[in-house]
Nanobody, 121 residues
């Protein structure tokens, strides 16, 4: 059973940084692409970033390019999202998921609880 748990969210001032973690269990982590998504109040869930299982190549939404960095640690079965230069519009609940294809919102398993990121002064 695919299970992923997000953590690391919090309240941060504009321009600040946070690092989110996505810990995997119950499946062979190395075989799956892992994506980060977010959902702001009143908005649709959107893809933020994704890292491939095969070559660790990465994808980013235009809105976060140059500010966010995704990485994966296979030894720890964990994917990270380093978020720098945060903006108020980055405020959302952030989710991670195993995905068959980066860029798709189809996921393996179900959505987790997510972790809240609030960017505000």
């Amino acid at each position: 059973q695919v299970q992923l748990v997000e953590s690391g969210g919090g309240l941060v001032q504009p321009g600040g940084s946070l690092r989110l973690s996505c810990a995997a269990s119950g499946f062979t982590f190395d075989y799956y692409n892992i994506g980060w998504f977010r959902q702001a109040p009143g908005k649709e869930r959107e893809g933020v970033s994704c890292v491939h299982s095969s070559d660790f190549s990465t994808h980013y939404a235009d809105s976060v390019k140059g500010r966010f960095t995704i990485s994966r640690d296979t030894a720890k079965n964990t994917v990270y999202l380093q978020m720098n230069s945060l903006k108020p519009e980055d405020t959302a609940v952030y989710y991670c998921a195993a995905v068959p294809r980066c860029g798709s919102q189809l996921i393996f398993g179900s959505w987790g609880q997510g972790t809240q990121v609030t960017v505000s002064s």
